[in-house]
């Protein structure tokens, strides 16, 4: 990732609502989620999601697909991961145990205790 993508992703992200909807995206999984089950989710109206939708999309953190007559939402997985590298990438020289917290994984994708999101 270069650090233009880097900016456009922060940025993307330097708002709540989207930074909620990236998360919900991300714990939806592949699958995703439908424009409408994010804006109840969000709640926010149709118009309000589907604006920072777009912004999300342009910056490349989620696509969208097209399922009969809803447009499915899910999280880019891999541009997300390149936005964690490009943080980590030069901040871990002469400090092993920064780079040893990101790179650990056994934490990663657990399943949610009883309602509790995994961050």
């Known amino acids: 990732m270069d650090e233009r993508q880097a900016l456009s992703?922060?940025?993307?992200?330097?708002?709540?609502?989207?930074?909620?909807?990236?998360?919900?995206?991300?714990?939806?999984?592949?699958?995703?989620?439908?424009?409408?089950?994010?804006?109840?989710?969000?709640?926010?109206?149709?118009?309000?999601?589907?604006?920072?939708?777009?912004?999300?999309?342009?910056?490349?953190?989620?696509?969208?697909?097209?399922?009969?007559?809803?447009?499915?939402?899910?999280?880019s997985y891999e541009a997300l991961a390149d936005l964690v590298k490009f943080l980590t990438e030069d901040c871990c020289a002469g400090h092993p145990a920064i780079r040893e917290n990101v790179e650990r994984t056994e934490d990663c994708c657990i399943p949610a205790d009883k309602g509790d999101v995994v961050a």
Do not use: C, D, W
């Not at 912004?55 to 899910?74: K, N, P, V």
């Open 9 to 75: 992703s922060f940025a993307a992200l330097s708002q709540e609502t989207r930074l909620a909807i990236v998360r919900a995206l991300v714990v939806a999984g592949p699958e995703g989620l439908a424009a409408g089950v994010i804006a109840e989710r969000m709640g926010v109206s149709a118009t309000n999601v589907s604006f920072h939708l777009k912004e999300l999309e342009r910056s490349r953190l989620i696509s969208q697909r097209r399922e009969s007559r809803s447009i499915i939402y899910s999280a």
